[in-house]
């Protein structure tokens, strides 16, 4: 009970750290809006099966939808010279316009992206929802959109009456064309349809901005429709003059007198130079019925014929089940039963990932590869983990543990949703996380700007994120979880860039499976602390150890070993913690941080980090701290003691033989001069596994 309230005190405090901080997302995908969480104003809903309706039959009206939280185009300067510029984006959606009458139209929409949700001041009609007579033009809109126009307003200077728009400040377009896509055809030159926009059908289109070229492109197709290559618009625009640092992306529209639907189906969006993720056609929305149902002269002539094709159908139909029978089989043992909902069904995992296609693979780990998927049951995002494994043995126990441990709820961990067992794999089944995993930011070459993306705010942020994740697990759950493979590989973050600690209890398969006379360590060289080397038994405290080596990562935007190009030699090695202490014995440790940040860098928080990154890898596991202390040291309710003049540290067992001795001097030393306001009950190497 009392962990409970606590618990609920640190999230409360997480929470309003988080408020302070929250950026906008850096990629969202929305296949059909059922249950998303838009900001809806005016004549917008989203209808029951999840298409996102931007007017009603109300006329004269307005209808606005955005993506709830803004997105940081660009993060506020710091004061340094150097100019942020606004990166790359795509971005693409599926729409349709459904007007009461098949020939006529008299409002089209845009979609935007604007410095804020409130367009309450602009007007129905030809103005979109997006302006009034007064503001139409003014650079201080900062708007920048897309018009779908199905009137030709002369005072716009509107080319048609079925024309597409790039529009700055001003419904007045700075670049247009008559709606309609350039179709490839092998070799051939392109030729050009026309698309007519209230033909009442889906129409996908994709909008980009190539920062390095300040271009827009504007492409459009019919849905479903491979995009084609050449762009319907192409605009040299500089949008870093338009586009405010942070901003909201949405769309609008408004009705006149003629009624007409304009439909959403589906949008996604990407910042920073990715494409647009794709859409699930599959999954989008149907557009409703309009008019009643064709019936068919021909019904009474086609019946006979329908008759055999059923019976013909019937008896295909059974070969297929039979052969999917097979293709999706999995293991179900009695045992299984007790652990019920955590168990997905291999053929919706099967769906919800294209059939494991390549294309939604999203990376391939120590334990397998890892794909992409859409659950069809609800329409959220998961990350599908397929991991080998040959051995039965320890898998009911490996399964107790997946079921125990996907009742771990915190907002630093990466939720696991459940599993799946086939013969010779299991599937695990987490919650997506749309920024993909530290490291990959942390150690890009190229691609990031990774002080645009992890500039040392968000490094802190992250920092505090894992510290709060690992606590949790030690020590305020109602069973002590030893992640046992800590790095910055397994962090992932979430759209709002938080800290969150992946695939934990996976490195137990291993523990389990293994063959009990050979010591089978699990982890990852620089990560590995001595004692889980020596007893290949991991600990919090090891945990601890490898949370050390992190810090010290995402401080330093370096690995914890690295090898020298090619050469497999000791000495060649760079060893992170060797070169964080040796900056530590020379008085300046901060110097030790990444270069790339340059100075803008909060120097007391670097400090607190590096030094606290050398306490946790302390070669004596009583002597680190435990997660509780580190988390008062990051949020500065204790202070952290300062190293021993003696303090040293290990890489090899071979060296930690020779370190042994002294070693044991320098912790009693170190934690005779360490007082922290936590109860000091934890210091002492007691068993770690079990309840507590
Ligand atoms: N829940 C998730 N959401 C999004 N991407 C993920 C998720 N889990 C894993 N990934 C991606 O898949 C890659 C491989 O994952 P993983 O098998 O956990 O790697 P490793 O074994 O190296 O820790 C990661 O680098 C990450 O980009
Ligand atoms: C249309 O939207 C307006 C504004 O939200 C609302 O007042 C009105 O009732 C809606 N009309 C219909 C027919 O749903
Ligand atoms: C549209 O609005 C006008 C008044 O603004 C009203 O007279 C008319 O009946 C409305 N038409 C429809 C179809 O709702
Ligand atoms: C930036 O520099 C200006 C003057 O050069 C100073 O007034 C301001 O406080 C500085 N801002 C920050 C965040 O350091
Ligand atoms: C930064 O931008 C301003 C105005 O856009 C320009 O005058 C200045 O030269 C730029 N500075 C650098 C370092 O590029
Ligand atoms: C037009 O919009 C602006 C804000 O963009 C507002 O200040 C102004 O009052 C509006 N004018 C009219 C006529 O509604
Ligand atoms: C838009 O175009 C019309 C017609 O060419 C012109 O009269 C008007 O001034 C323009 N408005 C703006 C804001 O550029
Ligand atoms: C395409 O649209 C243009 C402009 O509206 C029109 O002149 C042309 O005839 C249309 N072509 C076809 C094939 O519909």
Redesign the pocket.
Known sequence: MATKILLQLMLVVAVAVLAVEATGAVEFTYNGFGGARLSLDGMATVTPSGLLLLTN????SKGHAFHPDPVTFRRPATNDTRNITMPSFSTTFVFAIVSEFLDLSTSGFVFLIAPSKDLSTAMPQQYLGLFNRSDNGDPRNRVFAVEFDTVRNPEFADIDNNHVGVDVNSLNSTASATAGYYHDDGEEEEEFRNLSLISREPMQVWVDYDAAATEVTVTMAPVRSPRPRRPLISSKIDLSTVISDEAYLGFSSASS?V?VKHYVLGWSFSLGGTPAPPLDYRNLPKLPRIGPKPRSKALIVALPIATTAAVLAAVAAGFVLLRRRIKYAELREDWETEFGPHRFAFKDLHHATGGFKDTRLLGVGGFGRVYRGVLPSSGTEVAVKRVSHESRQGMKEFVAEVVSIGRLRHRNLVQLLGYCRRKGELLLVYDYMPNGSLDKHLHSHGGYDVRLELDWARRFHVIRGVAAGLLYMHEDWDQVVVHRDIKASNVLLDAEMNGRVGDFGLARLYDHGADPQTTHVVGTMGYLAPELVRTGKATTRSDVFAFGAFLLEVACGRRPIEEEDGVDDDDDRFVLVEWVLGHWREGAIVGAVDARLGSAFDAAEADLVLRLGLACLHPAPAARPTMRQVMHYLDGSATLPDLPETYATFNTPAAMEIYKPKFFDSWSTWRSTTSTATSGAAMSDIALSGGR
């Open positions: 039959d109300t006329n004269m007198i009624l």
